[in-house]
T-cell receptor, first 114, second 118 residues
Framework: GQQVMQIPQYQHVQEGEDFTTYCNSSTTLSNIQWYKQRPGGHPVFLIQLVKSGEVKKQKRLTFQFGEAKKNSSLHITATQTTDVGTYFCAALGDSGGSNYKLTFGKGTLLTVNP | GAGVSQSPSNKVTEKGKDVELRCDPISGHTALYWYRQRLGQGLEFLIYFQGNSAPDKSGLPSDRFSAERTGESVSTLTIQRTQQEDSAVYLC????????????????FGPGTRLTVT
């Protein structure tokens, strides 16, 4: 089955430093999504990328989808303590059909030292 | 309701007992998913319902786990003869799923049911 690798597993930064998490797949993806889960909370949708080379920004967050549609990244500029949480990528395969199951990466836990 | 709801929020049960977890998806959402999340771990896919299609049960870890969905509404996840390794948060999510609406693949998660098997 489809696998999505996400690195790093953990990242600890000082407040104000940048942070990046990467998501890689061996197969072409039709759609990649990013979710954030605060400690003790449930995953919350952040963004969806569907086009090759697509870049989207949400304030300090920048999301990219690779040209080959096999990888993606989430970059946070100047982290704040409110950014603490686990960031998951989730991919929808490109095999067509009507199965809309997402494959989640294992997540990157971000902690921020104030 | 405004979002996905799950009940109970917490469940403590004795090993060997059966439990039933409930999920109420967002009205009109055709797809419903169940995940398991152990402490400090990622999301483990369990089962997926999409409209009237046969559910994708490929993630169920054993035959002690089963799930049903009534039409495009409420779903129940049943765990029979619970074991201590079943202790986890069980998350439910729903999606609209419409090829005409690009944003419809987003998953909206419920708050989860924290299951503790003693």
């Amino acid at each position: 089955g489809q696998q999505v690798m996400q690195i790093p597993q953990y990242q600890h930064v000082q407040e104000g430093e940048d942070f990046t998490t990467y998501c890689n797949s061996s197969t072409t993806l039709s759609n990649i999504q990013w979710y954030k889960q605060r400690p003790g909370g449930h995953p919350v949708f952040l963004i969806q990328l569907v086009k090759s080379g697509e870049v989207k920004k949400q304030k300090r967050l920048t999301f990219q989808f690779g040209e080959a549609k096999k990888n993606s990244s989430l970059h946070i500029t100047a982290t704040q303590t409110t950014d603490v949480g686990t960031y998951f990528c989730a991919a929808l395969g490109d095999s067509g059909g009507s199965n809309y199951k997402l494959t989640f990466g294992k997540g990157t836990l971000l902690t921020v030292n104030p | 309701g405004a979002g996905v709801s799950q009940s109970p929020s917490n469940k403590v049960t004795e090993k060997g007992k059966d439990v039933e977890l409930r999920c109420d998806p967002i009205s009109g959402h055709t797809a419903l998913y169940w995940y398991r999340q152990r402490l400090g771990q990622g999301l483990e896919f369990l089962i997926y319902f999409q409209g009237n299609s046969a559910p994708d049960k490929s993630g169920l870890p054993s035959d002690r786990f089963s799930a049903e969905r009534t039409g495009e509404s409420v779903s129940t996840l049943t765990i029979q003869r619970t074991q201590q390794e079943d202790s986890a948060v069980y998350l439910c999510a729903s999606s609209l799923i419409s090829p005409l609406v690009m944003s419809s693949y987003e998953q909206y998660f419920g708050p989860g049911t924290r299951l503790t098997v003693t």
